[in-house]
Protein backbone atom coordinates (compact mmCIF):
# COMPACT_ATOMS: atom_id res chain seq x y z
CA UNK A 1 0.00 0.00 0.00
CA UNK A 2 1.65 3.26 -0.88
CA UNK A 3 0.88 5.76 1.46
CA UNK A 4 1.79 9.75 1.77
CA UNK A 5 2.83 10.77 5.58
CA UNK A 6 2.58 14.68 6.57
CA UNK A 7 3.77 16.57 9.05
CA UNK A 8 3.45 18.29 11.43
CA UNK A 9 -0.58 17.85 11.33
CA UNK A 10 -1.78 21.41 13.02
CA UNK A 11 1.00 24.12 12.92
CA UNK A 12 -0.03 27.98 13.73
CA UNK A 13 2.23 30.47 13.47
CA UNK A 14 2.43 34.49 13.94
CA UNK A 15 2.64 36.26 10.70
CA UNK A 16 6.11 36.84 9.34
CA UNK A 17 7.55 33.88 10.67
CA UNK A 18 8.95 31.09 8.06
CA UNK A 19 7.62 27.37 8.23
CA UNK A 20 8.18 24.31 6.49
CA UNK A 21 5.89 21.10 6.27
CA UNK A 22 6.92 17.79 5.03
CA UNK A 23 5.19 15.14 2.85
CA UNK A 24 7.02 11.77 3.16
CA UNK A 25 6.47 8.13 1.82
CA UNK A 26 8.48 4.81 2.03
CA UNK A 27 7.29 4.35 -1.95
CA UNK A 28 9.07 6.22 -5.10
CA UNK A 29 7.14 8.41 -7.04
CA UNK A 30 7.59 9.59 -10.53
CA UNK A 31 6.10 13.18 -9.47
CA UNK A 32 4.72 14.97 -6.66
CA UNK A 33 2.36 17.70 -6.18
CA UNK A 34 0.91 20.43 -3.71
CA UNK A 35 -2.47 21.57 -3.44
CA UNK A 36 -4.07 24.44 -0.77
CA UNK A 37 -7.40 23.66 0.08
CA UNK A 38 -9.58 26.13 2.06
CA UNK A 39 -12.48 25.42 4.16
CA UNK A 40 -15.66 24.43 1.87
CA UNK A 41 -13.26 24.64 -1.03
CA UNK A 42 -11.91 21.68 -3.43
CA UNK A 43 -7.84 21.31 -3.31
CA UNK A 44 -6.14 24.27 -5.75
CA UNK A 45 -2.82 23.14 -7.53
CA UNK A 46 0.06 24.36 -5.92
CA UNK A 47 3.13 22.97 -7.72
CA UNK A 48 4.22 19.34 -9.56
CA UNK A 49 7.83 18.80 -8.43
CA UNK A 50 9.33 15.60 -11.07
CA UNK A 51 13.23 15.90 -11.09
CA UNK A 52 14.59 14.00 -7.71
CA UNK A 53 16.23 17.16 -6.27
CA UNK A 54 14.32 19.62 -7.68
CA UNK A 55 13.56 23.18 -6.27
CA UNK A 56 10.27 25.51 -7.40
CA UNK A 57 9.48 28.34 -5.93
CA UNK A 58 6.35 30.48 -6.18
CA UNK A 59 6.59 33.88 -4.81
CA UNK A 60 7.39 32.98 -0.84
CA UNK A 61 6.43 29.17 -1.59
CA UNK A 62 9.64 26.93 -1.88
CA UNK A 63 9.06 23.57 -2.73
CA UNK A 64 11.46 20.72 -3.03
CA UNK A 65 11.33 16.94 -3.88
CA UNK A 66 13.64 14.61 -2.18
CA UNK A 67 16.71 13.15 -3.91
CA UNK A 68 14.84 9.95 -3.69
CA UNK A 69 11.88 11.27 -4.87
CA UNK A 70 10.12 9.72 -1.64
CA UNK A 71 9.35 13.16 0.13
CA UNK A 72 9.19 16.84 -0.16
CA UNK A 73 9.32 19.99 1.27
CA UNK A 74 7.14 23.13 1.01
CA UNK A 75 8.96 26.04 3.10
CA UNK A 76 7.00 29.55 3.27
CA UNK A 77 8.78 32.77 4.26
CA UNK A 78 7.40 35.39 5.76
CA UNK A 79 3.98 33.63 6.20
CA UNK A 80 0.70 35.74 5.46
CA UNK A 81 -3.00 35.61 6.51
CA UNK A 82 -3.61 34.69 3.14
CA UNK A 83 -1.80 31.52 3.59
CA UNK A 84 -3.97 30.09 6.30
CA UNK A 85 -5.20 26.95 4.77
CA UNK A 86 -4.49 23.08 4.59
CA UNK A 87 -1.43 22.06 2.52
CA UNK A 88 -1.60 18.53 0.63
CA UNK A 89 0.98 16.61 -0.98
CA UNK A 90 -0.28 14.33 -3.21
CA UNK A 91 1.21 11.72 -6.10
CA UNK A 92 0.27 9.31 -8.57
CA UNK A 93 0.68 5.64 -7.74
CA UNK A 94 1.17 2.78 -10.00
CA UNK A 95 -2.53 2.44 -10.71
CA UNK A 96 -5.02 5.32 -12.05
CA UNK A 97 -5.29 7.06 -9.25
CA UNK A 98 -3.78 10.18 -7.42
CA UNK A 99 -3.31 9.69 -3.37
CA UNK A 100 -3.58 12.66 -0.92
CA UNK A 101 -1.18 12.83 2.39
CA UNK A 102 -3.76 13.52 5.16
CA UNK A 103 -2.70 17.63 5.28
CA UNK A 104 -0.54 19.77 7.51
CA UNK A 105 -3.52 22.60 8.67
CA UNK A 106 -2.03 25.89 8.64
CA UNK A 107 -3.05 28.82 10.59
CA UNK A 108 -1.26 32.31 9.97
CA UNK A 109 -2.07 34.96 12.58
CA UNK A 110 -2.13 38.77 12.08
CA UNK B 1 -6.52 27.25 -16.23
CA UNK B 2 -8.46 24.10 -16.34
CA UNK B 3 -11.50 23.54 -14.00
CA UNK B 4 -14.51 21.60 -13.49
CA UNK B 5 -17.71 22.90 -11.92
CA UNK B 6 -20.34 20.89 -9.80
CA UNK B 7 -23.86 20.94 -9.52
CA UNK B 8 -25.26 21.20 -6.72
CA UNK B 9 -23.38 23.01 -4.49
CA UNK B 10 -25.20 21.92 -1.78
CA UNK B 11 -27.72 18.52 -1.24
CA UNK B 12 -29.97 17.39 1.34
CA UNK B 13 -31.05 14.31 1.49
CA UNK B 14 -33.21 11.52 3.52
CA UNK B 15 -31.24 8.38 4.38
CA UNK B 16 -32.31 5.86 1.75
CA UNK B 17 -32.82 8.07 -0.73
CA UNK B 18 -30.60 7.73 -3.83
CA UNK B 19 -28.76 11.41 -5.05
CA UNK B 20 -26.43 12.16 -8.40
CA UNK B 21 -23.80 14.43 -8.26
CA UNK B 22 -22.79 16.21 -11.57
CA UNK B 23 -19.62 17.06 -12.83
CA UNK B 24 -19.15 19.40 -15.97
CA UNK B 25 -15.60 19.29 -17.19
CA UNK B 26 -14.99 22.55 -19.62
CA UNK B 27 -13.62 20.57 -22.58
CA UNK B 28 -13.34 16.67 -23.80
CA UNK B 29 -11.60 15.40 -21.60
CA UNK B 30 -11.02 11.56 -20.93
CA UNK B 31 -9.70 11.14 -17.27
CA UNK B 32 -12.06 12.00 -14.62
CA UNK B 33 -11.64 11.69 -10.49
CA UNK B 34 -14.25 11.31 -7.72
CA UNK B 35 -13.16 12.10 -4.41
CA UNK B 36 -14.79 12.15 -0.96
CA UNK B 37 -13.56 14.26 2.09
CA UNK B 38 -15.52 13.61 5.34
CA UNK B 39 -15.34 16.72 7.63
CA UNK B 40 -12.33 17.28 9.22
CA UNK B 41 -10.37 14.20 7.70
CA UNK B 42 -8.25 13.28 4.45
CA UNK B 43 -8.97 13.75 0.65
CA UNK B 44 -10.23 10.05 -0.11
CA UNK B 45 -10.09 8.80 -3.41
CA UNK B 46 -13.17 6.85 -4.96
CA UNK B 47 -13.00 6.13 -8.37
CA UNK B 48 -11.36 7.17 -11.58
CA UNK B 49 -12.74 7.29 -14.99
CA UNK B 50 -11.09 6.91 -18.36
CA UNK B 51 -12.80 7.00 -21.92
CA UNK B 52 -15.70 6.25 -20.59
CA UNK B 53 -15.14 3.41 -18.44
CA UNK B 54 -14.27 3.11 -14.93
CA UNK B 55 -10.37 2.86 -14.49
CA UNK B 56 -9.97 1.85 -10.74
CA UNK B 57 -11.78 2.00 -8.11
CA UNK B 58 -11.34 1.86 -3.65
CA UNK B 59 -12.80 -0.12 -1.22
CA UNK B 60 -15.32 2.79 -0.13
CA UNK B 61 -16.93 2.16 -3.79
CA UNK B 62 -19.08 -0.60 -3.24
CA UNK B 63 -22.19 -1.43 -5.07
CA UNK B 64 -24.59 1.46 -3.66
CA UNK B 65 -21.96 3.88 -6.16
CA UNK B 66 -22.33 4.05 -10.16
CA UNK B 67 -20.55 6.52 -12.29
CA UNK B 68 -21.49 7.47 -15.70
CA UNK B 69 -21.01 9.63 -18.82
CA UNK B 70 -24.46 9.80 -19.89
CA UNK B 71 -24.29 12.54 -23.04
CA UNK B 72 -20.05 12.41 -23.46
CA UNK B 73 -19.88 16.01 -21.31
CA UNK B 74 -21.70 15.97 -17.91
CA UNK B 75 -20.12 13.33 -15.68
CA UNK B 76 -22.07 11.62 -12.68
CA UNK B 77 -21.58 10.12 -9.71
CA UNK B 78 -24.76 8.54 -8.16
CA UNK B 79 -25.13 6.42 -4.45
CA UNK B 80 -28.25 4.41 -4.70
CA UNK B 81 -29.92 4.37 -0.81
CA UNK B 82 -27.49 7.34 0.78
CA UNK B 83 -26.47 6.39 4.62
CA UNK B 84 -25.79 9.05 7.43
CA UNK B 85 -22.03 7.92 6.79
CA UNK B 86 -22.00 8.93 3.51
CA UNK B 87 -22.68 12.97 4.69
CA UNK B 88 -19.22 14.70 3.10
CA UNK B 89 -18.02 16.75 0.52
CA UNK B 90 -17.26 14.87 -3.15
CA UNK B 91 -15.05 16.48 -5.57
CA UNK B 92 -14.59 15.63 -8.83
CA UNK B 93 -11.16 16.37 -10.66
CA UNK B 94 -9.91 16.49 -14.23
CA UNK B 95 -6.32 15.51 -15.33
CA UNK B 96 -3.90 17.09 -16.86
CA UNK B 97 -0.31 15.99 -18.30
CA UNK B 98 -0.75 12.46 -17.09
CA UNK B 99 -0.32 13.48 -13.38
CA UNK B 100 -2.39 16.63 -11.98
CA UNK B 101 -5.49 17.09 -10.98
CA UNK B 102 -7.63 19.98 -11.29
CA UNK B 103 -10.53 19.90 -8.59
CA UNK B 104 -13.78 21.35 -8.83
CA UNK B 105 -15.49 23.04 -6.05
CA UNK B 106 -16.88 20.08 -4.45
CA UNK B 107 -20.20 19.09 -4.09
CA UNK B 108 -21.69 19.08 0.06
CA UNK B 109 -23.50 16.22 0.61
CA UNK B 110 -26.23 15.89 4.11
CA UNK B 111 -27.66 12.61 4.59
CA UNK B 112 -30.59 13.30 7.33
Known amino acids: TQLLEQSPQFLSIQEGENLTVYCNSS?????LQWYRQEPGEGPVLLVTVVTGGEVKKLKRLTFQFGDARKDSSLHITAAQPGDTGLYLC??????????FGPGTSLSVIP | EPEVTQTPSHQVTQMGQEVILRCVPISNHLYFYWYRQILGQKVEFLVS????????KSEIFDDQFSVERPDGSNFTLKIRSTKLEDSAMYFCAREEMNTEAFFGQGTRLTVV
Open chain 1, 27 to 31: SVFSS
Open chain 2, 49 to 56: FYNNEISE
Open chain 1, 90 to 99: AAKTSYDKVI
